[in-house]
């Protein structure tokens, strides 16, 4: 009789403790396995942490005034140039609705403006959140953890790759990959292309020049570098006005920038040669009847993403838990708001949302 009971105490014994292990390992695998994998690598794999921020933040608002917490005050932002002209539709706007918030669009005192210039001043405090027409890279990254905060980006827009030549050039379009031997130095007549035998001149803005060259460089180059054909610009201006004058020229910039001018014509783009997508509307406005006429953008194949070259425009924010968090927050739900949806579309670019 006592070797029965000895035994049932076993037993139970044997069922808490295999019911205890199940449960630690269950633990473990779903709550405390993040935690020791981190002690052991040291810290999360910056990549991973950039796509966990990498969303968009909701909001219902559909006019500014519905969204809330917005702070007072006067507040630095820089970045991108590519989205000037989001700023000029959103920011008067801003100010009617929201008089005590202040924005103050701020250019660095040694650089030239653009993402990543933004980027920099705002790890090193001088914004209080930053514009963005690309990612952020993983040494960004980095560098606001080991300062003791985290960098999140919130897409706020679509924007497209143009790739505009001058309106006499007679092409049907280009694949990306084209695309990227005309700029790598690899192709560099028109006749290796389905055009007419001349010299191709490819302009581009420097390296340093800002996110759209980046992102081109990264995503359609896939890394690799100008070729020695490569004629350097200072500005889109610049080179509006080269291709005017140049047959065989070829740029590229933000479609906003490109699809509505007159003295030059954006041409379609593939991702396979018998699949080429315009970056405006069709029927195509050519330059005679420009400006009382002009191309607008294709938004639905941004959107849809048949067209082969967008990217996704970003409010940067700097997670601190202080008032510059609160400010581009802010910002960025305003921007998602449907009037601010609205306003990114009369800007030339294409909603998000």
């Not at 960004?140 to 143009?162: H, V």
């Not at 790739?163 to 290796?192: F, H, R």
């Not at 050519?286 to 194949?301: G, H, K, M, W």
Request: charged content about 20%; some cysteine.
């Amino acid at each position: 009789m006592a070797q029965n009971k000895n035994e049932t105490v076993t037993l139970v014994l044997a069922f808490f403790i295999t019911g205890g292990v199940l449960a630690g390992g269950f633990w473990f695998l779903t709550k405390g396995s993040s935690n020791f994998f981190s002690e052991i690598m040291g810290k999360v794999n910056p990549i991973d942490a950039i796509e966990v921020v990498d969303e968009i933040t909701n909001t219902d608002a559909e006019t500014f005034s519905e969204v809330e917490a917005v702070p007072s005050g006067l507040f630095n932002y820089g970045g991108s140039t590519t989205l000037a002209p989001i700023r000029g539709e959103v920011d008067p706007v801003i100010q009617t609705v929201y008089p005590r918030f202040q924005l103050r669009y701020t250019d660095s005192v040694s650089e030239a403006p653009g993402s990543g210039t933004g980027i920099k001043m705002l790890l090193n405090d001088q914004l209080a959140f930053s514009h963005s027409s690309r990612s952020l890279q993983t040494e960004e990254y980095e560098e606001a953890q080991n300062r003791g905060f985290t960098l999140k980006q919130i897409p706020i827009a679509i924007d497209g790759i143009a790739v505009a030549v001058n309106p006499e050039l007679e092409i049907s379009g280009l694949t990306v990959a084209q695309l990227k031997d005309i700029y790598t130095g690899k192709i560099s007549n028109w006749s290796q292309v389905g055009g007419i035998n001349l010299p191709i001149t490819p302009y581009s803005r420097g390296e340093d020049a800002g996110g759209t060259v980046e992102f081109f460089i990264s995503n359609v180059l896939e890394g690799e570098t100008f070729g020695a054909n490569v004629e350097l610009i200072g500005t889109t201006t610049e080179a509006l006005r080269l291709l005017a004058e140049n047959p065989g020229g070829i740029y590229y910039a933000s479609a906003p920038e490109v699809v509505p001018q007159c003295t030059i014509k954006s041409i379609p783009l593939g991702r396979q040669a018998n699949k080429f997508f315009t970056p405006y509307q069709e029927p195509y406005i050519t330059s005679e009847q420009c400006p009382n006429q002009r191309n607008t953008l294709n938004s639905e194949v941004f959107q849809n993403g048949d067209y082969p070259i967008t990217r996704r425009l970003f409010v940067i924010i700097k997670e601190n838990g202080q008032e510059d968090e609160q400010a581009g927050l802010a910002y960025a739900r305003l921007l998602l708001s449907q009037q601010g949806q609205e306003l990114v579309n009369k800007s030339g670019f294409v909603s998000i949302k």
